[in-house]
């Protein structure tokens, strides 16, 4: 799944909850852009590949640990030869989270 679709289909649930229902609720939405870096020996001369993705944690206020999705979609294409080459990695995560929440800046996690 492409990860624009994943962020569509949830904002289309955040908009269609209730909003009583969603102030019971607490999360974060984290929007990943960057490079993945693969060996060399088995994905050169694709090893490089721009990746981009999404992670997603929410849980009840009275719950002590967030649920967490992650999706992460990385891409690469040169050309040698005359031919174009084109890699493509797809990351789907789904995993629990302990977030040590404090009125800092920084929030310090576990997860897994």
Do not use: Y
Not at 65 to 87: D, H, Q, V, W, Y
């Amino acid at each position: 799944m492409k990860p624009t679709v994943m962020f569509c289909l949830i904002l289309t649930l955040f908009l269609c909850t209730p909003l009583t229902a969603l102030a019971q609720w607490t999360g974060n939405v984290n929007l990943l852009v960057g490079t993945r870096t693969l060996h060399e020996d088995d994905w050169s001369p694709l090893e490089e590949q721009t990746e981009f993705g999404i992670m997603v944690d929410f849980r009840p206020n009275n719950w002590p640990i967030n649920l967490t999705m992650e999706c992460t979609n990385a891409m690469s294409e040169k050309s040698r030869f005359g031919i174009t080459l084109e890699a493509r990695t797809l990351e789907l995560d789904v995993g629990v989270k302990k977030i040590f929440e404090n009125s800092s800046v920084v929030n310090p996690f576990i997860a897994g």
